[in-house]
């Protein structure tokens, strides 16, 4: 026991007796402080940043790193949280489970971090989940996720979903689709949890709208030849080929799309890709005629202020993986400040309270019963060579499906086992 503990006016035997509760608490509470006149102020508050740095989905990663940097920066510079500077530490999830739920482990219990932030991939965040469950530590989760991990069985009340909703944003891709595009459709997606709920939400509702998916396939991540596919794809004659793809392998099937001749005779539509950053990695014939529908996306005039800033300081404006760190992390800090307490209850008092926020987007708000952020959900298209007019030009935005629009596409709270 500390002299300065010691000193605090509370009777040896007391203060030994709550200080064994003190420590029972803490354990319970993954680790956060309870505030004592006699305690020091915190040094620092560390922010897990949980994202794949190797793999497919590495330019994901490396979106959501710079965004955590970049907010962490900006507060620091206001003085930092509660006046208590920030900090982070990244650990690879390699976009596997089992090395992404030990680092999430090695994040909390080794280095100590007081909030997680981060991930791409479902598979990811079901080992991610339950390493949160068990340590009571908040995350504002990196992905959009679906229904089976949003069961009020398997939810951490201490997790929140920054990113759209599987459900939500399939469905509205899937009404743009049948309403905009054309009424027969062909799936390719990638063979995991994320691209077989994407063909089952995003055929559900194209469907509704009048429209038929002919014909679908499952390709496994890290897929570096998409050309047995193809003729397949070209006896069908779809008039849209639905690729629920990411990342790397997402650029990899566009262009084989392309030299192949697909995208000459239909349309590819990505389902919350291609991103701009993909788009800069593909020519402009080969974004010429596809689709996209993206969480966030940086032209958009809410985001003007954190663009520009965002430029500055790296050679890339901020894609919609990175956006979710942004969004979460200032979202959590300010709940902070509002909580006036880095005691994770109050916090997440502060951010179950209804209330709206715009971190750069338009409108959203939070669900209670999932902790789900109801928020805007754009439909864009590749610009033509002859429109482009700069190395990030590469995207017509077409249109914005509100918060309130997207909403009636979630999961009920009733189906989710809340009610």
């Known amino acids: 026991m500390s002299e300065e503990k010691a ?14 509760g003190i420590v029972a608490v ?4 993954g680790g956060y402080y309870i505030t004592l006149p006699s305690q020091k102020k915190k040094d620092v508050i560390k922010i897990g940043v ?28 206001k003085g930092g949280v509660l006046g208590i500077p920030i900090t982070m530490v990244i650990r690879d999830t390699e976009t596997k489970p089992e090395p992404a739920a030990r680092r999430a482990k090695e994040l909390i219990t080794t280095e100590r971090v007081d909030f997680l932030t981060g991930t791409v991939s479902n598979a990811v965040q079901y ?6 469950k068990e340590e009571k530590i908040i995350w504002m989760v990196g992905s959009g996720t679906t229904a089976p991990l949003k069961m009020k069985d398997k939810l951490s009340r201490y997790a929140w979903y920054i990113y759209s909703d599987v459900q939500m944003f399939s469905m509205a891709d899937a009404k743009f689709a049948a309403e905009k595009i054309g009424k027969r459709a062909y799936i390719v997606a990638m063979d995991y949890v994320w691209g077989r709920l994407v063909t089952e939400y995003f055929t559900k509702e194209y469907e509704a709208n009048g429209g038929k998916v002919i014909g679908q396939d499952f390709a496994p991540l890290g897929t570096t030849d998409y050309t047995p596919f193809f003729p397949k794809i070209m006896a069908a004659n779809p008039d849209v080929l639905v690729v629920p793809i990411g990342g790397g392998d997402l650029i990899t099937m566009i262009k084989q799309a392309a030299s192949y001749g697909i995208s000459k ?51 890339h404006p901020p894609d919609a993986w990175g956006y979710t760190v942004y969004a979460g992390l200032n979202e959590l800090f300010s709940a902070i400040e509002r909580a006036g307490s880095l005691d994770k209850d109050k916090i997440k008092e502060e951010l179950e309270k209804p209330h709206t926020w715009n971190w750069g987007k338009g409108e959203c ?45 979630l999961p009920t709270c009733k189906e989710l086992g809340y009610e």
């Not at 429109?387 to 629009?405: C, M, N, P, V, Y």
């Open 7 to 20: 000193k605090s006016g509370i009777g040896r035997r007391k203060f030994i007796a709550a200080g064994a």
């Open 26 to 29: 803490a354990a319970i509470a």
């Open 50 to 77: 949980l994202a794949p740095t190797t793999g497919s989905f590495a330019i994901m990663g490396e979106d959501q790193i710079h965004n955590a940097e970049f907010v962490i920066d900006k507060w620091n510079k």
């Open 127 to 132: 080992s991610v989940m339950e390493v949160v």
């Open 265 to 315: 005779k239909m349309p590819l539509m990505g389902i919350n890709s291609p991103t701009v950053r993909d788009a800069a990695a593909l020519s402009p014939e080969d974004m010429e005629n596809v689709y996209c529908g993206l969480h966030f996306y940086w032209e958009i005039p809410e985001a003007k202020e954190y663009v520009t800033e965002f430029m500055k300081k790296y050679d």
């Open 365 to 409: 708000y939070f669900r209670l019963c999932d902790h789900q952020a109801i928020q805007p959900w754009h439909i864009l298209k590749g610009k033509s060579p002859s429109e482009i007019k700069g190395k990030w030009d590469r995207l017509q935005l077409l249109h914005t499906f509100s918060a309130k629009e997207n909403e009636k596409y």
